[in-house]
């Protein structure tokens, strides 16, 4: 059996051999990198529950000791532990590099043998699977050589230029903002008889709520209840420092004068075209928040230059987003045919000041698809104030539908002439009787 420090050296011999294999990797096929990384990932997986089971996950310190009361020998020691959690670190990066990449991989491409479709995970030989792109790419292919498959992402950054080295401290600094946080429920501990038997529940409810009779119509009159914690929004946008140093690293390599700009595009377009069902199956970016419910400065940056930009512009159509698709929930058979990166540019072109050519552009998607999409969801019998500004759906609606919304608004406005002038009528007619 080896010794933890064997173990430490072996996992540092095996980055620094990923690291100098790389580049020569992404000359191959598709399915030959995508079954590299995954092997790839495996080891580095194995090798890191080996490390935290030896080390474990914290370190000691001699901060608190008087310097008189420090023994070398003991801080020898701790030293050495200190150097093991960096191994685990750097173990850590580099697996979430690999995730960042199969994820990207697996949103693009479907993997063929033969004529079965098989997940990316089960490939055994990648000289027999065929890699075909999909429709509708999410995220963005170019960064995935750029992660930082060795782990040691500042060493790597080290190496970069200035302007990329400044690139990365500003795409951190963005990811690393806390939107802005807002309390939407409440954490309550409740007190009730159930069969002469007094129980205790917790339980969650919204801010809005009548919380005293709600708990009555769930728990009967005889109850005590407290408020435990308020829940609130989190406020990260990505919980997990590797996924944003990855990320960083990728962009500002890529291109260090667009790097922001590219991200935000790249993370605005994700929530965009993808379903929260979607977002919980894709691991495009391990740990981002599943849905958009406060506000971040970056999903400004693509909005920057347009006329109508208002700070919060870009988190405000994502958080509508989110609620026009809570509001959807129980109605979704009747627009079934609808992908939801369809339904997304549709709820895109209803918030937002742009045309559904502008949408299609903006989104990368198709102009007549989209446009389809829109006949569908102006004929599906949802109420259109759904998603958007009704006025700019009217086009879309069939003729006969916008001739009978026309009568009823005529007829509405006869009926309120008619009563003004059923007043006059009688006003002139007692005027006569006076005279």
């Not at 003991?74 to 580099?94: G, P």
């Not at 990368?364 to 104030?385: F, H, R, T, Y």
Request: aromatic content about 10%; glycine content about 6%; charged content about 30%.
């Amino acid at each position: 059996m080896t010794t933890t420090e064997e173990l430490v050296s072996r996992v540092n011999v095996i980055l620094d051999e990923i690291k100098a294999n790389m580049p020569r990797l992404f000359e191959s096929s598709v399915p030959h990198i995508a079954f590299q990384l995954n092997r790839q990932l495996k080891v580095l997986e194995e090798l890191r529950n080996e490390l935290e089971r030896r080390v474990g996950i914290t370190t000691p310190s001699t901060a608190f000791l008087e310097r008189s009361q420090r023994d070398p020998n003991i801080h020898w020691i701790y030293r050495k532990k200190h150097n093991r959690l960096l191994a685990i670190d750097r173990v850590k990066s580099a697996i979430m590099a690999h995730k960042i990449a199969l994820g990207h991989i697996a949103a693009n491409y479907q993997f063929y043998e033969n004529k079965r479709e098989i997940e990316l995970k089960d490939i055994k030989d990648p000289e027999k699977i065929r890699a075909i792109r999909r429709g509708i790419s999410i995220g963005r292919l170019e960064i995935v050589p750029y992660l930082g498959y060795s782990g040691d992402i500042l060493r790597i950054l080290s190496q970069k230029d200035v302007e990329v080295r400044e690139a990365f401290k500003a795409i951190k600094g963005k990811l690393k903002e806390r939107g802005t946080l807002k309390r939407v429920g409440y954490h309550l501990e409740v007190e009730y008889f159930e069969n002469n038997r007094l129980k205790t529940a917790r339980i969650t409810l919204p801010e809005d709520v009548d919380i005293d009779y709600e708990l009555k119509k769930r728990y009967g009159h005889l109850i005590r209840w407290k408020i435990l914690t308020p829940v609130k929004t989190k406020g990260i946008l990505i919980n997990n420092h590797f996924t944003v140093d990855n990320l960083a690293l990728a962009y500002a390599s890529l291109n260090p004068k667009k790097a922001m700009n590219m991200l935000a595009f790249d993370l605005f377009r994700y929530y965009i075209i993808t379903s929260e069902k979607d977002r919980e199956a894709l691991s495009l970016y391990p740990d981002i928040k599943i849905s958009i419910d406060c506000h971040y400065s970056l999903f400004d940056e693509p909005f920057r230059g347009e006329p109508f930009f208002r700070t919060g512009f870009g988190s405000m159509l994502l958080i509508r987003k989110a609620e026009v698709e809570k509001m959807l929930v129980g109605k979704r058979s009747s627009i079934s045919t609808i992908p939801n990166y369809l339904l997304g540019a549709i709820i895109f072109y209803g918030t937002s000041p742009y045309n559904e050519r502008e949408t299609s552009e903006f989104l990368g998607l198709s102009e007549k698809e989209v446009q389809d999409a829109l006949w569908k969801i102006a004929i599906s019998g949802i109420p259109l104030e759904i998603f958007g500004d009704r006025r700019k759906f009217e086009k879309f609606m069939p003729k006969e539908e916008i001739v009978v919304e026309f009568l009823k608004a005529l007829e509405e406005g006869e009926g309120d002439d008619g009563a003004k002038g059923k007043k006059q009528r009688r006003a002139s007619k007692k005027d006569r009787r006076k005279s």
